[in-house]
């Protein structure tokens, strides 16, 4: 997906470089059990500075999905919402946004174990009724979901042919209707942990599987938002058991992560695709240690790629994180995120405009909680006030060069303070990319825009703020 250039944020005369993780926040805090998802599903998403977040705890007697929202970059949270309200077990959340569309799927057992799936069509504020995606007497389980525009896939591991395979829906209406299932593997191996991307018509979809002998990542992609599906890509050769596979597109870049037992205890391998997926780079070994590294969940964000997981090399579980500013080529250092006696599992993250926001669950305080942490300069876009004049009129100024590759830049001028929202289209009116939500001071303004991801074809730009809006157009020539 588009994002502009990495690396400074610049307002008025104060620079940061990817600063500093906040402290822990208790997410959730009452004496049952609240759970992020033990799938490589992701239960935290993002666009703009609205950040949505899913569980499952058992506060009401038995496991139902809640959900939450912050509307400023994670720095402050709205109420716990229920969104299941039945007697059966609800769990494993999987969440995901396309601008002001919230789809969240999930396992309930109201009659059978099947997939369940809720929208919000306005940023989380209020959901629509519950819709069963799923209906067969089988087990359907472990879902995941990913959402572009009006484009939603859903996939999912269910025994209905006597092994699990991996399935999948697609929904081309933003979640209001739904197609077929559809049987993405069809082997005498058990096919498990599906992880789905998808970014304009292009749908992606990873597993774990046994029909070598032994566990291996597959992938598959689409190339018509999820209609129809090209062949199994075996994306691991290793001798060892390889599992836990997370995956994440953007533009003509997919970057996938497991783990891998190879070295005798489990480590985390990443590799990545810069062409959607069509042929894959060499395996990456990002973690290299005696203990045990697992559950790795991965994010792109323009030239920015995160990795976050759970490792034991400390002597207890605790989340770890890396990333790289590169696209992929080269890694940070690693972090340590959590740090205290009791076990830090099940991590998940995702990325706004200018942060990233980790949740995990977390037994420090005696019962099985969800915690968060942020760095809400760990993202940042280029942001640079060129003027410290305040314009008299709001104005949004054309991109130069235009047309361009693969970088531009864009002005835009704030008469007043004002939540500045900044958006990409294609051609279609689909809104690719929040490029920024956020409050700027009044002034001139320039970003460099980095395309190097995205296809060759016209977009249009558009600022919005309370009282002004202009759309421009622009045009991508590689």
Same mark, same amino acid.
């Given at each position: 997906?588009?994002?502009?250039?990495?690396?400074?944020?610049?307002?008025?005369?104060?620079?940061?470089?990817?600063?500093?993780?906040?402290?822990?926040?208790?997410?959730?805090?009452?004496?049952?059990?609240?759970?992020?998802?033990?799938?490589?599903?992701?239960?935290?998403? /993002?666009?703009?500075?609205?950040?949505?977040?899913?569980? %499952?705890?058992?506060?009401?007697?038995? %496991?139902?999905? %809640?959900?939450?929202?912050?509307? *400023?970059?994670?720095?402050?949270?709205?109420?716990?919402?229920?969104?299941?309200?039945?007697?059966?077990?609800?769990?494993?959340?999987?969440?995901?946004?396309?601008?002001?569309?919230?789809?969240?799927?999930?396992?309930?057992?109201?009659?059978?174990?099947?997939?369940?799936? @809720?929208?919000?069509?306005?940023?989380?504020?209020?959901?629509?009724?519950?819709?069963?995606?799923? #209906?067969?007497?089988?087990?359907?389980?472990?879902?995941?979901?990913?959402?572009?525009?009006?484009?939603?896939?859903?996939?999912?591991?269910?025994?209905?042919?006597?092994? %699990?395979?991996?399935?999948?829906?697609?929904?081309?209406?933003?979640?209001?209707?739904?197609?077929?299932?559809?049987?993405?593997? #069809?082997?005498?191996?058990?096919?498990?942990?599906?992880?789905?991307?998808?970014?304009?018509?292009?749908?992606?979809?990873?597993?774990?599987?046994?029909?070598?002998?032994?566990?291996?990542?597959?992938?598959?992609?689409?190339?018509?938002?999820?209609?129809?599906?090209?062949?199994?890509?075996?994306?691991?050769?290793?001798?060892?058991?390889?599992?836990? /596979?997370?995956?994440?597109?953007?533009?003509?870049?997919?970057?996938?992560?497991?783990?891998?037992?190879?070295?005798?205890?489990?480590?985390?391998?990443?590799?990545?695709?810069? *062409? /959607?997926?069509?042929?894959?780079?060499?395996?990456?070994?990002?973690?290299?240690?005696?203990?045990?590294?697992?559950?790795?969940?991965?994010?792109?964000?323009?030239?920015?790629?995160?990795?976050?997981?759970?490792?034991?090399?400390?002597?207890?579980?605790?989340?770890?994180?890396?990333?790289?500013?590169?696209?992929?080529?080269?890694?940070?250092?690693?972090?340590?995120?959590?740090? *205290?006696?009791?076990?830090?599992?099940?991590?998940?993250?995702?990325?706004?405009?200018?942060?990233?926001?980790?949740?995990?669950?977390?037994?420090?305080?005696?019962?099985?909680?969800?915690?968060?942490?942020? #760095?809400?300069?760990?993202?940042?876009?280029?942001?640079?006030?060129?003027?410290?004049?305040?314009?008299?009129?709001?104005?949004?100024?054309?991109?130069?060069?235009?047309?361009?590759?693969?970088?531009?830049?864009?002005?835009?001028?704030?008469?007043?303070?004002?939540?500045?929202?900044?958006?990409?289209?294609?051609?279609?009116?689909?809104?690719?990319?929040?490029?920024?939500?956020?409050?700027?001071?009044?002034?001139?303004?320039?970003?460099?825009?980095?395309?190097?991801?995205?296809?060759?074809?016209?977009?249009?730009?558009?600022?919005?703020? @309370?009282?002004?809006?202009?759309?421009?157009?622009?045009?991508?020539?590689?």
């Amino acid at each position: 997906m588009l994002k502009f250039l990495i690396a400074v944020f610049v307002l008025s005369s104060s620079v940061h470089l990817f600063g500093q993780w906040l402290p822990d926040y208790r997410f959730t805090n009452h004496p049952d059990s609240s759970l992020t998802s033990p799938n490589n599903a992701r239960c935290i998403a /993002a666009s703009g500075n609205i950040i949505h977040a899913a569980w %499952y705890d058992n506060r009401d007697g038995n %496991y139902e999905i %809640y959900y939450k929202r912050s509307s *400023d970059d994670g720095a402050s949270w709205g109420p716990d919402i229920r969104l299941t309200v039945d007697n059966a077990v609800s769990q494993r959340p999987s969440i995901a946004v396309s601008g002001d569309y919230v789809h969240i799927v999930w396992n309930d057992r109201v009659s059978n174990e099947e997939i369940y799936y @809720k929208q919000s069509t306005n940023s989380g504020i209020s959901w629509g009724a519950n819709i069963r995606l799923t #209906n067969d007497p089988n087990l359907s389980t472990y879902p995941s979901v990913s959402a572009s525009g009006n484009v939603v896939i859903a996939a999912w591991s269910e025994n209905r042919d006597g092994n %699990y395979e991996i399935y999948c829906k697609r929904s081309a209406d933003f979640g209001i209707t739904w197609g077929a299932d559809t049987r993405l593997t #069809n082997d005498a191996g058990v096919s498990l942990q599906a992880c789905c991307a998808v970014t304009g018509l292009i749908a992606h979809v990873s597993w774990h599987d046994n029909r070598n002998g032994n566990d291996e990542i597959y992938y598959m992609r689409s190339t018509d938002g999820g209609l129809t599906w090209g062949a199994d890509t075996r994306l691991t050769t290793l001798t060892g058991v390889s599992f836990f /596979a997370s995956m994440q597109a953007a533009g003509q870049f997919v970057f996938a992560a497991w783990v891998e037992n190879t070295d005798g205890n489990p480590e985390i391998y990443s590799k990545r695709s810069t *062409d /959607a997926g069509l042929t894959w780079e060499a395996n990456v070994r990002q973690t290299n240690n005696p203990a045990i590294s697992i559950r790795p969940t991965v994010s792109i964000s323009g030239s920015n790629f995160h990795i976050v997981w759970q490792d034991n090399v400390d002597g207890n579980d605790d989340i770890y994180y890396r990333y790289s500013t590169n696209s992929g080529a080269s890694f940070s250092s690693i972090e340590r995120l959590s740090n *205290d006696p009791a076990f830090s599992v099940y991590p998940c993250h995702t990325v706004s405009s200018a942060g990233i926001h980790c949740l995990w669950r977390d037994f420090r305080d005696g019962n099985w909680e969800v915690y968060y942490k942020r #760095n809400p300069t760990g993202n940042l876009v280029n942001v640079v006030s060129i003027s410290g004049e305040t314009p008299s009129v709001y104005s949004l100024k054309q991109n130069f060069p235009n047309p361009f590759n693969p970088v531009t830049n864009i002005v835009f001028e704030l008469p007043v303070s004002s939540q500045v929202r900044l958006s990409v289209f294609d051609i279609t009116g689909r809104e690719v990319e929040v490029i920024t939500n956020e409050l700027l001071s009044a002034g001139s303004y320039k970003m460099d825009l980095n395309a190097s991801s995205y296809p060759s074809g016209v977009y249009f730009y558009r600022l919005k703020t @309370k009282d002004y809006t202009e759309t421009r157009k622009m045009i991508l020539v590689k």
